[in-house]
């Protein structure tokens, strides 16, 4: 029988100083991870930060110009992609159109040489995982983009990688099938425990999917952590703005931590008490607050004056983009109803704010008051 239908077992993968240069551009930076057999890992980043540099380099797509990759004790990154027993799934499905979805998910296994019987046992199991059992004969033109994304998951699996890797997926698909499929694969991971690499612009996505996520901000890691550690204590204002601190306010910390870590902070004539992760020094600061942590009215002393430009109701809450009386624009999620051109005080727990300091502040994403055009209170 061919060794390549039977499950490889894959302990650790080692990216080490994994590196890509296309002429004066780097894609990708001395990347170092460990991925253990059976995690799933998502590589999230904005477009461009090299997300799918990564994926091509550990699929033999694209060689390194430095660095390595090991598969337990064996360097991959120099074997052919064929050689790597990796499954692929890509944004555009690539199935092959004149094959009917069958003839697709089996496509992999009659290279390989498997038998008809094996081959077919193997492609119903697969069709069943997606659940497309009563598509097989269809070719992938008579099916929806969902389904079409199924048997593309259904191809690489079949196959029993040692590594999935998805460039991706979703999102070609629209917000309902997105977040149906993302849970299919969830399940999917589940029952089959395959190490997969998942690759995503979209901090929802990989925030669900993700045993651990990797934050790349060009070309290099910026943090690796499980969901919620990723979501809840972002180690820079990058990561914050990525895990939703939409607002990001230069303060001034008017004392270092005091009782049970409350920091003094003021900006533009308005105080503010604010939880620090840790101890830290008093000067300028930035203060990260989630759109959704505010509410109408002051909450532990923090009060801020909000003129309302635009909302927009989402179903359950108010959307608000507004302006401070500093000039600042401010996002809100109220639960309250509010109209444009309203002005509103709101508030915020010190539990609910992030204060970051030094190199923890980058300056692509915190907003200048001076460079904020809008208008300011009358
Ligand atoms: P992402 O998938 O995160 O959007 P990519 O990995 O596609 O990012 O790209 C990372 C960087 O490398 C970008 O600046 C991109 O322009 C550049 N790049 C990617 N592929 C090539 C290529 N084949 N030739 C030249 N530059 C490339
Ligand atoms: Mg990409």
Redesign the pocket.
């Known amino acids: 029988m061919n060794s390549t239908i039977t499950k490889p077992e894959l302990g650790q993968l080692r990216l080490q100083g994994v590196t890509r240069r296309?002429?004066p551009?780097t894609?990708l930076d001395h990347l170092d991870l460990t991925i253990e057999g059976g995690e799933f890992i998502a590589l999230l980043?904005p477009?461009?930060?090299?997300?799918?540099?990564?994926l091509s380099c550990l699929a033999g797509l694209l060689p390194l110009s430095e660095g390595a990759i090991w598969a337990d004790d064996v360097r991959i990154d120099t074997l052919p992609s064929e050689k790597r027993e990796f499954g692929m799934v890509f944004q555009n499905y690539a199935l092959f159109p004149h094959l009917s979805i069958r003839d697709n998910v089996g496509f992999g296994l009659k290279v390989r040489g498997v038998n008809k019987q094996e081959l077919r046992a193997r492609v119903d199991e697969a069709l069943a995982m997606v659940d497309l059992q009563e598509h097989a004969s269809k070719l992938p033109g008579q099916l929806s983009g969902g389904q079409q994304q199924r048997v593309a998951i259904a191809r690489a699996v079949v196959l029993r990688p040692r590594l999935v890797l998805m460039d991706e997926p979703l999102s070609n698909l629209d917000a309902k099938l997105r977040l149906q499929m993302r849970t299919e694969i969830r399940r999917l991971h589940q029952s089959l425990k395959l190490t997969t690499i998942y690759?995503t612009h979209d901090q929802e996505e990989a925030l669900a999917l993700a045993d651990r996520v990797v934050v790349l901000r060009r070309?290099k890691v910026d943090q690796v952590g499980p969901p919620e550690e990723v979501y809840n204590r972002p180690i820079n204002t990058y990561v914050a703005s990525f895990m939703g601190f939409r607002n990001l306010f230069s303060v001034e910390t008017t004392s270092s931590t005091g009782q049970q870590g409350i920091v003094g902070a003021r900006s533009h004539g308005n105080s503010f008490q604010v939880t620090a992760q840790r101890p830290i020094q008093a000067g300028r600061a930035i203060m990260a607050i989630r759109p959704e942590d505010f509410q109408l009215g002051p909450v532990d002393g923090n009060s801020l004056r909000v003129r309302a430009v635009v909302v927009e109701f989402s179903g359950h809450t108010f959307v608000v983009e507004g302006v401070t009386e500093a000039g600042e624009v401010i996002h809100l999620r109220l639960k309250d109803r509010v109209s444009a051109g309203d002005t509103i005080e709101v508030g915020f727990s010190p539990y609910s704010a992030l204060l970051f300091t030094g190199d923890e502040c980058s300056d692509d994403v915190v907003q200048t008051a001076a460079a904020v055009q809008v208008e300011v209170f009358s």
């Open positions: 296309f002429g551009v894609a980043g477009s461009g930060c090299g997300k799918s540099t990564a690759v070309s």
